[in-house]
């Protein structure tokens, strides 16, 4: 690419790395997510698909590793088959932002962020008509998420009556993500999962942002798990096992991982005091 094209889509600046999959990887992703929209549109359902949750992209750049927004591609195709009413929700330590500006003007569909306040891209405050944002202060806990899903997730899912819901499950909002200053359990996030999968016709799971490994695979097994009705065994396979200790992160948290990253899926749950901030939010 000549670098003026590099310039003006912003490849290798602003989070956005030149790295060997940079074509492939967002095709991938891509092309999963508009694939479950289509099997969704015609055949309602339950699709996974943990490679997307690009939704920092933009139609002419990328953005914050994104180059493709893959979700707002999954919630086109949605509407490209006639559906009218569609939520996405987003639990990423970032703002969904990308996703929130593509649909700001079409009323079929709502979008809801909770995510981390005052952190990359520093947007995400405020609620309009096409859409809603809960900026969870640092250190906030499971409290704090279950607080928003049933005091304003759940309540705007009985309001509105979607066809379709989308949920990007982006795993940096656990503690032990190095991006972020959240404390969620994976539970948080499983709750999130088990509360909206049966509460539209349609659901599609995404990936989104994850910098622990451990985190990350542990979040999204769980959740496969969810959609899939298991219960997280009290130690994990040999298998299963063998593939956490062969991760490895090259941060301080990588360099004496806990020995439960290696052997369960289940964090233990974080709860503590309904943050004030949270209170403020919800209006409770």
């Not at 490679?51 to 927004?69: E, I, K, L, M, Q």
């Not at 569909?109 to 405050?125: C, D, I, K």
């Not at 202060?137 to 704090?144: F, L, S, Y």
């Not at 032990?176 to 499983?190: T, V, Y």
Request: hydrophobic share 40%.
């Amino acid at each position: 690419m000549d670098p003026a094209h590099r310039e003006r889509h912003r490849i290798g600046a602003d989070g956005n790395p030149v790295y060997r999959e940079i074509f492939r990887r967002p095709a991938t992703s891509a092309g999963g997510v508009l694939l479950a929209a289509r099997i969704t549109a015609r055949a309602p359902g339950i699709v996974h698909v943990p490679g997307g949750g690009t939704h920092h992209g933009r139609p002419d750049r990328a953005s914050g590793f994104c180059y493709v927004n893959d979700a707002a591609l999954g919630i086109l195709e949605w509407l490209d088959h006639g559906l009218t009413n569609i939520l996405y929700v987003d639990i990423d330590a970032h703002h969904g932002d990308g996703v929130e500006d593509a649909f700001a003007d079409d009323a079929r569909v709502f979008t809801l962020s909770v995510h981390e306040a005052g952190r990359w891209p520093f947007t995400g405050t405020g609620h309009g008509p096409t859409h809603a944002n809960y900026p969870l202060p640092q250190g906030a806990t499971d409290t704090d998420m279950l607080a928003v899903l049933h005091h304003a997730i759940l309540p705007l899912v009985a309001a509105r009556r979607p066809q379709a819901i989308m949920l990007q499950c982006g795993a940096d909002a656990i503690e032990e993500d190095p991006l972020s200053r959240l404390s969620l359990s994976n539970q948080a996030h499983w709750a999130v999962v088990h509360a909206l999968m049966g509460s539209a016709p349609r659901f599609i799971l995404l990936g989104g942002g994850g910098y622990n490994p451990w985190s990350v695979a542990r979040c999204w097994a769980g959740a496969w798990g969810v959609l899939n009705g298991h219960t997280p065994p009290a130690r994990l396979a040999p298998a299963a096992e063998a593939v956490l200790r062969g991760l490895t992160l090259n941060r301080a948290a990588g360099r004496n991982p806990p020995e439960h990253w290696f052997t369960t899926l289940a964090d233990t749950p974080r709860h503590g005091p309904l943050r004030p901030d949270t209170v403020a939010l919800l209006g409770l």
